[in-house]
Nanobody, 126 residues
């Protein structure tokens, strides 16, 4: 079992920046692909970004590409999401997660991820 705890969310003005953190414990952090997802009020959870064991292996949703950067520090068992040029549409609860199965095929579907953290609220004001 891996436990994930998100932090860093807060109220921020449009155009501003935030860095979210996801701290992992329970298993070898470096063995896991990690993903960030978000869920806005009244909407389904959606993929934001993911990063593989090798930090060069990253993938982003089109809606955040060029604005968000995912990174990891395996020595600290932590994944980060640097969010720049924030928009009101980015308002959501942000979650981190890891693939549910060792046979994960590189999908971005929320249902293929698990060990969800409690989430951290990001609110972007206009």
């Amino acid at each position: 079992q891996v436990q994930l705890v998100e932090s860093g969310g807060r109220l921020v003005q449009a155009g501003g920046s935030l860095r979210l953190s996801c701290a992992a414990s329970g298993r070898d952090f470096s063995s896991y692909t990690m993903g960030w997802f978000r869920q806005a009020p009244g909407k389904e959870r959606e993929f934001v970004a993911r990063i593989g064991w090798h930090s060069s292996n990253t993938y982003y949703a089109d809606s955040v590409k060029g604005r968000f950067t995912i990174s990891r520090d395996n020595a600290k068992n932590t994944v980060y999401l640097q969010m720049n040029i924030l928009k009101p549409e980015d308002t959501a609860i942000y979650y981190c997660a890891t693939p549910r199965s060792p046979y994960w095929l590189g999908t971005n579907y929320p249902e293929d991820f698990g060990s969800w953290g409690q989430g951290t609220q990001v609110t972007v004001s206009s």
